[in-house]
């Protein structure tokens, strides 16, 4: 659920990643609250979208044919799809190529940390 979140929080959807991955979490049926809390996340990195959405662009141009290219100070999201349809989904596709690799990172650490904290839990139960 929580990479979920992660995964939202890197798509040119702002402002809404917690609204998306709960959704996504929902539909897969996973945990809803960790995909919010993995959205919420990108409140540490608001200052960055800008920087974060102009290599998006750029990674998704890669891919995909593009007409109009944003700047770095658009940071909002109806300046940019005023550029055309085709700057979003380049913004799209290097969204996705971005947020895989973290994804996986996240979803692999947090994994970690739950079945740690799930066997400190099991001890301490047992030692009761």
Known sequence: GFSIGI???FLPLNPSPIF??????????RNVIAAA???TTAILYTPLVPLMWL??????KLILPVQGAPTLD???LWEVLQKGWDVYAAMFVGSIIMAAPVTL???FVVKRL????ARQKGELQHSE
């Open 7 to 9: 995964a939202a929080s």
């Open 20 to 29: 998306v991955g709960s959704v996504v979490a929902w539909l897969l049926k």
């Open 37 to 39: 809390a993995g959205g």
């Open 55 to 60: 290599a998006e662009y750029r990674l998704g």
């Open 74 to 76: 658009q940071a909002r």
């Open 105 to 107: 990172l996240t979803y």
């Open 114 to 117: 739950a079945e740690k904290w």
